[in-house]
Every structure is written in structure tokens, then in C-alpha cells.
């Protein structure tokens, strides 16, 4: 059970912000900071009075029970209700409990998403860009903005790399567990014998940062310009419109060539550094915090096979979760895709509540 303590905590900070906000009405700052915490408690104060109120009926149902007079017919309605209470409490239990749990701040960001071609020659570059595609497909299926940043083609409808912005409510708390190394085992359109191949590609999902979330020193950073290169219109080779960015501490580089302004690809180039940036810093405090959660999904470690396409059995193996989904065509047209997001998600839910260290 959960502990009346820590609810008692939680009910007088929300009674205290509410005293606060009705004495700073005249501070626009202190009483915008004050409603947000208050805003977010909100609903917790409210799962917490149903939780406790829940207990409450249920001792008061299980004493009328137990009363040697109490009406037979009152005691058996008692257990009737008794029967659904404990079906109920577990579950507003749980639900407490994923509230009491620190949130990724990261979670209701939006995400860049960047996608390689692995091992495989033109096959896995024909699958880098089959996932492209079914990333750009669940966009539109959770009415997210998707906008391409950097694709960088082959030409046979094949990618090298490519690179996206997605904008929406709740992006990166979704597509955190896409990080990883993705395998498909299909017949190339390309091999006669019927053979099936196995070929890879590599997604990664940073958090998008914004100029608030990270300073990024101009000393620090290199930058290019030069000709744009590919397929891209009259400007090729005309203008130097690309750009490429190093940040000298990192060494991280990012190049960015397809808009045929040189200011609108450093835009794109320094939104990308910031994104990378970002997540490597979050990476890096994550692994101080030995003493805190840690999830056994949604890391993106890239050297880590999570999950395999299989085209002539049509299913989608996720290896996280030992999850196996005959619907391969529906998933790679976006919209079944969300039953494996959904199920990655649980798992991490139970995966903290196994961690969770509250007073239970």
C-alpha cells in the first residue's frame, strides 16, 4: 500500500501553492511559475483522493461484512462491491504510482530522427529508406509535422542517410525506443535465385533542444561552406550553398546541403549539432546517475539489434520485448506501427514501477 506520508506531502504543497498564487497575483512571473506546479499537481491530487477514498469504502464495506448484523441481503451487495473495489485499486495504484515516478524532461519534446544505411550494399539502403518512410506514414497517423532536414540518395530510390524533424504532443516520449539497429530479411527485387538476404540500418531518435536547452559557443564551432553536390536543381555546383558545421570540442560534424539558401542549411546544420549535442550531454549525465532508474529500453545505443523484419513471414520482431506482430505491410504503411510503440511503452512503465523506490 502506499504511504499516507508521502500523500500528505503532496495534498499540503498543492494547498500551499494555492495560498501562494492568491498572494502574487500582481507578480506575472512568480504567479505563472506557481500555477504551472500548481497545474501539475492537479490531477494527482485527484487520483489521490479517489485512490484513498477507495480504501476508505472498501474497510467500511468489509466491517459492515463482517458485522454479525448486518441484513443478509445489504452483506451480500457489501461483497458484491468489495469484490469491485479490489479490482479497482489495484490499478488507481498503479496509476499513482507512475505519477509518483520523476518524469523525463525529454519526453514531451520533439525529436530529430536520423536513419543509415547499414551493412547490406543497395539493399540496405533501399530499407533505410522503407523506414524513412514508414516514420514519415506514423507521423501523419499521430498528426505530427514531419520535415525533412537531410536525405542524402542513391539514386535507385535507395538512402545513404536521412535526417528528420517531427513536431507534435508527447514525439520523443513515442520514438525514444526507435533507436537501434533495424534488420530486415527479404528477396531483393534484384536477385534472381529467390535468395533472402539480410541487410541493416541504423536509426537514431535525439530530443530537439532549443537555444535555451544548450549554449553552443561560435569559437567552437568550424564551418564550411562549399558547392552542393547530388541531385538538387540548377544551383548544383553553382552556389556555395551547403554548409557544414564542426564543433571542435565533440568533433561531431553535420553537412547539410539541401535547401539552396546557405543561410536556411545552417539553420537546419545548427538544429541537428544542438539535437546531437543535447542528447550526448543527457547520455552522459544519465550514466552518472547510477543510483536512479534505468530502463533496459529506448537507450539508443545504436550496436544494439532491437528489432527484425521478416518479409516472406510478414512478421515484425521486436527483441527488447520478445514481441512478434504478423502485420509487416500494415507497420511499414505507419499506422500498426503504434502497437509496438505502445507495447515498448508498458514495458518501460513496468520497468519503472519494478524500480520505483517511493515508500510502497
Known amino acids: 500500500m502506499l504511504s499516507k506520508t508521502m500523500f500528505d506531502s503532496i495534498l499540503k504543497r498543492h494547498e500551499s501553492l494555492k495560498e501562494q498564487m492568491l498572494t502574487c497575483v500582481d507578480d506575472a512571473e512568480n504567479f505563472a511559475k506557481l500555477s504551472k506546479e500548481f497545474a501539475a499537481l492537479e490531477d494527482f491530487v485527484m487520483l489521490i483522493n479517489k485512490y484513498t477514498e477507495a480504501q476508505q469504502e472498501l474497510a467500511e464495506l468489509e466491517k459492515i461484512v463482517c458485522d454479525s448484523a448486518t441484513d443478509a441481503d445489504f452483506r451480500e451487495l457489501a461483497m458484491t462491491e468489495i469484490e469491485n473495489l479490489k479490482k479497482t485499486i489495484p490499478s488507481l495504484e498503479k496509476e499513482v504510482k507512475l505519477m509518483l515516478i520523476p518524469k523525463d524532461v525529454t519526453d514531451e519534446k520533439n525529436a530529430i530522427i536520423e536513419i543509415r544505411a547499414g551493412t547490406g550494399g543497395d539493399e540496405a539502403g533501399l530499407f ?176 544494439e539489434r532491437i528489432r527484425t523484419y521478416n518479409y516472406p513471414q510478414g512478421r515484425v520482431s521486436d527483441h527488447r520485448i520478445n514481441l512478434t506482430i504478423y502485420k509487416l505491410s500494415q507497420i511499414m504503411e505507419g499506422a500498426a506501427l503504434e502497437e509496438i510503440i505502445q507495447a515498448l511503452v508498458e514495458f518501460d512503465q513496468e520497468e519503472q514501477l519494478a524500480n520505483f523506490c517511493g515508500e510502497c
Open 128 to 303: 533505410a529508406a522503407d523506414l524513412f518512410r514508414m516514420y514519415q506514414k506514423y507521423s501523419e497517423y499521430k498528426h505530427w509535422r514531419f520535415e525533412i532536414l537531410y536525405m542524402q540518395e542513391n539514386g535507385i530510390g535507395s538512402i545513404k542517410e536521412a535526417s528528420a524533424n517531427i513536431s507534435g504532443k508527447g514525439v520523443f516520449a513515442y520514438l525514444k525506443f526507435e533507436s537501434g539497429v533495424h534488420r530486415v530479411q527479404r528477396v531483393p527485387a534484384t536477385e534472381s535465385s529467390g535468395r533472402i538476404h539480410t541487410s541493416t540500418a541504423t536509426v537514431a531518435v535525439l530530443p530537439e533542444a532549443e537555444e535555451v536547452d544548450l549554449k553552443i559557443e561560435e569559437t567552437d564551432l568550424k564551418i564550411d561552406v562549399m558547392r552542393a553536390s547530388g541531385a538538387g536543381g540548377q544551383h548544383v555546383n553553382k552556389t556555395e550553398s551547403a554548409v557544414r558545421i564542426t564543433h571542435l570540442p565533440s568533433g561531431i560534424v553535420v553537412t547539410q546541403q539541401d535547401e539552396r539558401s546557405q543561410h536556411m542549411n545552417r539553420l537546419k546544420a545548427m538544429k541537428i549539432l544542438r539535437a546531437r549535442l543535447y542528447e550526448l550531454e543527457r547520455q552522459r549525465l544519465h550514466s552518472q546517475r547510477a543510483d536512479s532508474r534505468r530502463s533496459q529500453i529506448g537507450c539508443g545505443d545504436r550496436s
